[in-house]
Structures are given as C-alpha cells and as structure tokens.
C-alpha cells in the first residue's frame, strides 16, 4: 500500500521518459516476407468495436494495451487500426494515427503534418512472437498507407526495447531523433538529443519539414 502511494506521488512530482523517433519514406517499399504462420490483416477505421472489446479483455494482463483517451482520439480523427488475425481470431493489432494523435508517453495530443501518418503502438501475443509477423505486417500497412496518398511514417521506440528497433530498422526505419519528455511539478518540458531543449512536438515537426 506504502509502495502504491509513494509511487504515486512520485509521479505526480516527477516523471520522465525518452523514446527514439524513427522516420520511413514510402517511394521505397521492401518486398514482404511471409510469417511462419498464416494471418490475415483488417482495416478498422469507423468501427473499432472488436478492436475495443479485445483489448478490454487483455488489458489485465498487458494494462498500457488500452488506454481511454488513446481510443477517444482515434475515433474523434478516424486513425486506422491493423487487427492482425489468425484463424479469424485476433493475436495483435497496429495502431495508426494521423492529424492528431495521443501520445500516451505525453499525456497529450500531438498535432502531425499532413501526409504523415504514426505508428503509436505495435502488438503481438507472446505465443506468436519470433515469426515475423510484426515485419511482414508493418511492410504491407506501408503499402497501404502509400496506396492512400501518404508520403511518410514515424514511430517513437523506447531506448531499451532492442527487438522492436531491430524490427523497424530492418523495413528501412531510420532514426531522427531520441526525445526526452519529463514533467516537473506539473510542468512540462522536452530535450532532443539528450542536451537541446525542445519547445513541443510541434516544433520538431516544423524543423523537419517546414511547418507546424
């Protein structure tokens, strides 16, 4: 109980988090390879119930899966959920925002520029970890966002998270940036780099592509 409280307050005091941004241009696509076991992928864009329904039946098990205010910005700006699906059953999901997207990390709603689209979280069951799934999924969702009139995909991976990097960087993710959010007392603040202060998101975007 003393472990709970003590945590909390902590947090409200102080917390910090830093994730590498990493940034795939979609003129190149690479040639998918099959996952050593057969799946299929459906688009949720309008209805997200199924999505919703399974991810409350996980959450108790894998608690960051669902997330109230991640699921109200999707829906309010039509971002697309992958479900990744064996047998008809659903083993993972890809959520993809655009415009305006949650960013749980943050704590709050992070604008993106237009033809951008943001990989904000990537799941798969333990049991079907190791069979390339996450690749051959990731490869065909830039498929179809390209399809779509989109020119660019961004993801932000925590630093010690090796096998995601790893899988990223393998479909020609390169990485931008490692941002730092910290929030102190209340206020909020960001580092880029490890040592250059970042005014918000917004302004990373604007370095990046001229535009806020």
């Known amino acids: 109980m003393f472990k709970r409280v003590f945590k909390k307050i902590k947090n409200l005091i102080f917390r910090t988090t830093c994730s590498i941004w990493f940034e795939k241009t979609l003129h190149e696509i690479p040639n998918p390879v099959a996952p050593d076991v057969d799946i299929s ?3 949720l864009m309008e209805d997200i119930s199924r999505l919703s329904d399974w991810l409350k039946t996980h959450h108790a098990v894998f608690p960051w899966l669902y997330v109230r205010k991640e699921l109200e910005s999707a829906q309010a700006n039509k971002h697309i959920y992958a479900c990744i ?17 949650y960013v749980h ?6 604008h993106f520029p237009s033809k951008v689209a943001f990989v ?3 799941f798969v069951l333990p049991e079907y970890r190791g069979k390339h799934i996450a690749s051959y999924v990731l490869i065909k969702i830039i498929q179809f966002l390209k399809e779509r009139g989109f020119e660019k995909l961004w993801c932000h991976i925590e ?10 960087q393998k ?3 390169k990485e931008k940036a490692s941002i730092r959010f910290s929030r102190l007392f209340g206020f909020p603040f960001f580092l ?13 975007w604007e370095a990046h592509y001229g535009m806020s």
């Open 159 to 168: 630093g010690w998270n090796h096998a995601s990097i790893k899988t990223f």
């Open 105 to 110: 990390d943050f704590d709050k709603v992070v």
């Open 85 to 101: 699906l064996h047998q008809d059953v659903i083993i993972g999901y890809v959520k993809i925002g655009m415009n305006n997207v």
């Open 41 to 43: 992928i459906e688009y």
């Open 171 to 173: 479909i020609g993710f």
């Open 120 to 122: 904000y979280d990537i």
């Open 192 to 204: 880029q780099n490890s040592y250059k202060p970042l005014k918000s998101l917004e302004a990373f």
